[in-house]
């Protein structure tokens, strides 16, 4: 096995993902293996998974013996310790290790919800070059200049038009 060959396809990760979702009681709509990085000096495949209700788990596997170990877990960006067994050879141990994790997941859910709830979001600058409400008096002479403008612009169209005439006529004649 090589490192390459771990995706979210992979026992380990399809295993770990199944009893997460059993033991959190959260659809886990996403799934998807990272790009190989470089985490504390050893080479690993991120998993980057999202439960239902907004939290993200990203699990570090390497290559080890030619066998799958994860060995690092990150819950929304926080490292968590690992304690337990994450090897598929025993499996009571492996839902036990998981259980432990779903148990950081389940007890750090009103808090993530809390700090998501005071997050903000920033409404888009307006692009129609809006102004804020004008008062009646405001609008009127807003209104009224650019009356005359139109006005001026119809004048001077109407003499352009003129002179073009007169140009064809001399043209025609």
Do not use: W
């Not at 033991?23 to 690993?44: H, K, L, M």
């Amino acid at each position: 096995m090589e490192l390459s060959d771990i995706n979210e396809k992979s026992e380990l990760v399809t295993k770990f993902v199944e009893y997460l979702a059993k033991q959190t009681r959260q659809a886990i709509p996403i799934v998807e293996s990272q790009p190989t990085d470089r985490v504390g000096g050893v080479s690993a495949r991120p998993i980057h998974i999202a439960l239902e209700q907004g939290q993200i788990v990203k699990l570090f596997i390497r290559v080890v013996d030619d066998h799958a170990d994860l060995f690092k877990i990150t819950i929304n960006g926080r490292n968590i310790p690992i304690n337990g067994d994450f090897s598929l050879d025993y499996l009571p141990s492996f839902r036990a290790s998981v259980k432990m994790i779903a148990d950081v997941i389940l007890k750090g859910q009103a808090r993530f919800d809390k700090k998501r709830g005071k997050q903000s979001t920033k409404k888009a600058p307006s692009t129609t070059g809006r102004q804020a409400p004008k008062n009646k008096t405001q609008q009127l002479k807003e209104l009224q200049s650019t009356l005359s403008e139109l006005d001026n612009q119809i004048e001077q169209k109407t003499q352009i038009k003129a002179n073009l005439e007169q140009q064809l006529a001399n043209i025609g004649a």
